[in-house]
């Protein structure tokens, strides 16, 4: 299946938790969790039973994070994270401070594949005067709708009115921005410029944190994830060669994306697992999941939060 020799690659399963679409301003989902998890097919099928014998003997017939989290499911909870020790990764991404950079990203810098990603160019400062405007949602909530032209062929000038109306006056980076620039960026997407990363899919960097945690600058990565819309063909083709082309010549972090269904692959549903106890626990980890957080996207006010873990 692969051409590289195998000391080269590894295969690593993902899946996410928290992905709403275009709904990245939802207060009840705040976060989205994306784990990779390093094993074979027999020790995925090995820990999915365990997990669910130990279930079924609480009395409970689901098979989901949240049930994991009980505290009936404690010692169970324990148990499932210990026997991943040095065998999966999670990146989490704060929605809002990623929308935040997008506007950045798109409309200041140039957009890029490395947007969102411990590639791009520092964007901080000038999301963060977003991120703390008093009227964030109002003005986040119209540059996703501005920029939301998946079903549109023509510029929407209203919706480019009210981005100009609820801008922040407090962001320095914003103060140049010109309605013939933003226009020409909507056009752009609207057209599908090759150029321009999908300006509103999380998963897009996510995917690009993941194989490069993996690969290490050492070797590549062949991701099988769950199905996702949102992992179209073409865009990890240009995810794959923008990575390949920004770390050359080391190994190209990523290799392939096969997605498959999760039902069928026991490795996919312990990172769906994993990927969810993230989500849920991202506010207040156990201290089994402290000592192992290695970044994420998170607004430099929150840094002392998770925003990762190596469990």
């Known amino acids: ?13 993902c899946d996410e938790s928290g992905f709403s679409g275009s709904n990245l301003l939802d207060p009840d989902s705040p976060v989205i969790t994306h784990a990779g ?16 014998s130990s279930f079924r003997r609480r009395g409970s017939t689901e098979y989901k994070s ?23 990764h999670v990146h989490v991404i704060d929605k809002t401070w990623y929308v935040a950079r997008r506007v950045i990203e798109l409309l200041v810098a140039e957009p890029s ?15 963060l005067g977003i991120y703390q405007a008093v009227n964030r949602t109002e003005f986040l909530d119209a540059f996703l709708r501005m920029t939301r032209t998946k079903r549109i062929r023509l510029l929407d000038h209203g919706l480019i009115d009210r981005f100009f109306a609820t801008m922040p006056p407090g962001v320095p980076a914003l103060r140049e ?23 509103l899919e999380p998963l897009v960097p996510a995917l690009a944190e993941t194989a490069l945690f993996w690969s290490g600058g050492r070797r590549s990565v062949a991701v099988v994830h769950d ?3 949102a992992l179209t063909k073409w865009r990890v083709a240009r995810l794959r060669t923008y990575l390949a082309s920004a770390l050359f010549p080391a190994p190209t972090p990523l290799l392939t994306v096969t997605q498959v269904d999760s039902r069928r692959d026991p490795r996919v549903q312990v990172a769906d697992l994993l990927a969810g106890i993230a989500r849920r626990m991202h506010a207040r980890p156990s201290d089994l999941l402290r000592p192992y ?3 994420g996207l998170y607004p430099p006010t929150t840094l002392d939060q998770p925003t990762g873990w190596r469990v």
């Open 227 to 229: 199905e996702q819309s």
């Open 1 to 13: 299946m692969h051409t590289l020799p195998s000391q080269a690659w590894v295969e690593i399963a």
């Open 66 to 88: 949240n049930v994991l989290l009980r505290p009936a499911q404690r010692e169970s909870l324990e148990w499932f994270l210990t026997a991943l020790s040095g065998r999966a």
């Open 293 to 295: 957080l290695v970044g």
């Open 177 to 199: 921005l010109t309605r013939a620039h933003v226009e020409d960026v909507v056009r752009r997407l609207i057209d599908d410029d090759p150029a321009i990363p999908p300006p």
């Open 113 to 127: 594949y490395g947007a969102g990603t411990s590639l791009a160019a520092d964007h901080d400062a000038a999301a």
């Open 37 to 52: 998890v390093d094993l074979a097919v027999p020790e995925a099928a090995e820990v999915v039973a365990v997990l669910r």
